[in-house]
């Protein structure tokens, strides 16, 4: 089956009850048995939901794995993988990558002795130097938030099969429409489904996906156990917006390009960080692995401060100054003093993350529309 079949029919059955073409939202929390422990295949919504069920599988399917789970957010997901760690573990990270995940690691994790080592991975090798005896997971983001960084999936996946570490991607820019870290060696694909997996900025949502059995039983019970699940109308609606992510993605892709190219062509704009320019430091990379280069764009302006940027944002009338990406809306942010707030200044610009930068989802809205936008408020 062809991804863009996969969107509508993955993994999917009609309901057999009625027929149903769309699956039910199950809205109950228990079901009835006729002996102890004799039910069909339902016994707590906590454990297992039908509409649910139909979600994780729809993600299993997109990613080519064999097992989904779905969370009541991307950092309950995040949060999910860390359980299979004990005190005394460590992990690798992309250095730069989402302020919510590295809030949960240096705020929450590492008082429960794990860990963390945030590095550049551009340069492969420079993984193996941080590797010990302790360490037992790699966390990866590709396309990373917001640099746009791209980190060769392949490549660090040999590393962590030289090593016998897990290797989780936080595949949620690229979606598995462009990308599907799976087939790359990765033993586990992350994704906000918040974002463009759900796409239409209305439901809160994270998911994993994974091919190992033994692995996707160790989450199945942290799912279970740890109860960080989503609600059957939450799953609902992502298994909704699915179904049209193909399209999305590429209305997504298309206007990422021509906001990239009128940014980097603008006399105010000093860097624009998008991967399919060829300057790109790893614009081949992102060739290989992915199928295009997706609608998040990230730049800083020649005057290169603070103000400058919240001019610029507060002045834009068509992208919606806000948190989150990957809706059908166009957004704008000043991750400084939104998404990576919570990073340390000093860790932040270490990595670009500087005062003047800004990141775009773009939209699917018409873009001439969003360049007129950009350009009135750049000026």
Same mark, same amino acid.
């Given at each position: 089956?062809?991804?863009?079949?996969?969107?509508?029919?993955g993994?999917q059955?009609?309901?057999v009850?009625?027929?149903?073409?769309?699956p039910p939202i199950?809205?109950?929390t228990?079901?009835a048995?006729?002996?102890?422990?004799?039910?069909?295949g339902?016994?707590?919504?906590r454990?297992h939901?039908p509409?649910?069920h139909?979600?994780?599988?729809?993600?299993?399917?997109?990613e080519?794995g064999?097992?989904?789970l779905?969370?009541?957010?991307?950092?309950?997901?995040?949060?999910a993988?860390?359980?299979?760690?004990?005190p005394g573990?460590?992990?690798?990270?992309?250095n730069?990558?989402?302020?919510g995940?590295?809030?949960?690691?240096?705020?929450?994790y590492e008082? %429960?002795?794990?860990k963390f080592h945030f590095?550049g991975?551009?340069?492969?090798?420079n993984?193996?130097? %941080?590797?010990?005896?302790?360490?037992k997971?790699?966390w990866?983001?590709?396309?990373?938030?917001?640099m746009m960084?791209i980190?060769?999936?392949?490549?660090?996946?040999?590393?962590?099969?030289?090593?016998?570490l897990?290797?989780?991607?936080d595949?949620?820019?690229?979606?598995?429409?462009?990308q599907?870290?799976?087939?790359?060696g990765?033993d586990?694909?992350?994704h906000?489904?918040?974002?463009?997996?759900?796409?239409?900025?209305?439901?809160?949502?994270?998911?994993l996906?994974v091919?190992?059995?033994?692995?996707?039983?160790r989450?199945? %019970?942290?799912?279970?156990?740890?109860g960080?699940?989503?609600?059957?109308?939450d799953?609902?609606?992502v298994l909704?917006g699915?179904?049209?992510?193909?399209?999305?993605?590429q209305?997504?892709c298309?206007?990422?390009r021509?906001?990239?190219e009128?940014l980097?062509s603008h006399?105010?704009?000093?860097n624009?960080?998008?991967?399919?320019?060829e300057?790109h430091p790893n614009?081949?990379?992102?060739k290989s692995?992915?199928?295009d280069?997706?609608g998040m764009?990230?730049?800083?302006?020649?005057?290169?401060?603070?103000?400058?940027?919240?001019?610029?944002?507060?002045?834009?009338?068509? %992208?919606t100054?806000?948190?989150?990406?990957g809706?059908?809306?166009?957004?704008?942010g000043?991750?400084?003093?939104?998404t990576h707030?919570?990073?340390?200044?000093?860790?932040?610009?270490k990595?670009?993350?500087?005062?003047s930068?800004?990141r775009?989802?773009?939209?699917?809205?018409?873009?001439?529309?969003?360049?007129?936008d950009?350009?009135?408020a750049?000026?």
């Open positions: 089956m062809k991804f863009n079949t996969k969107t509508i029919h993994g059955q009609h309901d009850a009625y027929g149903s073409v769309m199950y809205q109950t228990t079901y048995q006729s002996t102890p422990g004799n039910h069909k339902y016994e707590y919504s454990t939901n509409t649910r139909a979600l994780e599988q729809s993600f299993a399917s997109l080519d064999n097992y989904g779905a969370f009541g957010s991307g950092i309950a997901a995040i949060d993988v860390l359980k299979l760690l004990k573990d460590e992990v690798i990270s992309t730069d990558l989402y302020g995940t590295y809030r949960l690691f240096t705020k929450i008082n %429960f002795g794990i590095i991975m551009r340069n492969i090798d993984i193996e130097s %941080f590797i010990s005896a302790k360490t997971l790699i990866v983001e590709t396309p990373t938030n917001p960084n980190i060769d999936i392949k490549a660090v996946s040999d590393v962590s099969k030289k090593h016998n897990l290797l989780a991607v595949n949620t820019f690229a979606t598995p429409y462009l599907q870290p799976l087939n790359l990765a586990i694909v992350m906000s489904a918040t974002k463009y997996l759900g796409g239409h900025s209305d439901v809160v949502m994270g998911g996906v091919r190992d059995k033994s692995l996707a039983d989450l199945y %019970f942290i799912q279970n156990a740890s960080a699940i989503c609600g059957p109308q799953a609902f609606l909704r699915i179904k049209t992510l193909h399209v999305r993605m209305r997504h298309e206007n990422g021509a906001v990239a009128f980097q006399s105010k704009i000093k624009v960080y998008w991967p399919g320019f300057s614009h081949e990379i992102a692995q992915m199928k280069f997706g764009v990230s730049f800083t302006t020649k005057e290169s401060n603070f103000d400058e940027a919240i001019k610029i944002v507060e002045n834009l009338k068509i %992208f100054l806000a948190e989150s990406l809706g059908v809306e166009s957004l704008a000043h991750p400084a003093s939104m707030a919570s990073i340390p200044k000093d860790e932040r610009e990595t670009g993350v500087v005062d930068l800004i775009l989802s773009v939209g699917i809205e018409d873009k001439a529309d969003l360049i007129a950009l350009k009135q750049i000026g």
